[in-house]
């Protein structure tokens, strides 16, 4: 039982790898993405399996209201 308890995570692992490089190998990437180098120093992402339709990005929070301003005590 002993032996069953240490093996098997070992084995789980073994087979989830496995599964990652066939799944990557698989992928059918028709050009591998890069980085290109912008003129501004900045640089870009060039080719791969994902087109930007296929990412979704949620529109930026509007900024917070800001809170009313209570009146100062005078010190008379």
Same mark, same amino acid.
């Given at each position: 039982?002993?032996?069953?308890?240490?093996?098997?995570? =070992?084995?789980?692992?073994?087979?989830? +790898?496995?599964?990652?490089?066939?799944?990557?190998?698989? +992928?059918? $990437?028709?050009? /591998?993405?890069?980085?290109?180098? =912008?003129?501004?120093?900045?640089?870009?992402?060039?080719?791969? $399996?994902?087109? %930007?339709?296929? =990412?979704?990005?949620?529109?930026? %929070?509007?900024? /917070?209201?800001?809170? /009313?301003? +209570? %009146?100062?005590?005078?010190?008379?």
């Amino acid at each position: 039982m002993t032996r069953l308890r240490t093996t098997a995570p =070992l084995l789980v692992a073994a087979g989830l +790898a496995a599964l990652a490089v066939v799944t990557v190998r698989t +992928a059918g $990437c028709d050009e /591998p993405a890069h980085y290109a180098l =912008l003129p501004d120093g900045g640089s870009v992402l060039v080719g791969g $399996c994902i087109e %930007p339709g296929d =990412l979704i990005v949620p529109p930026s %929070p509007a900024p /917070p209201a800001a809170a /009313p301003e +209570a %009146p100062v005590p005078s010190r008379s």
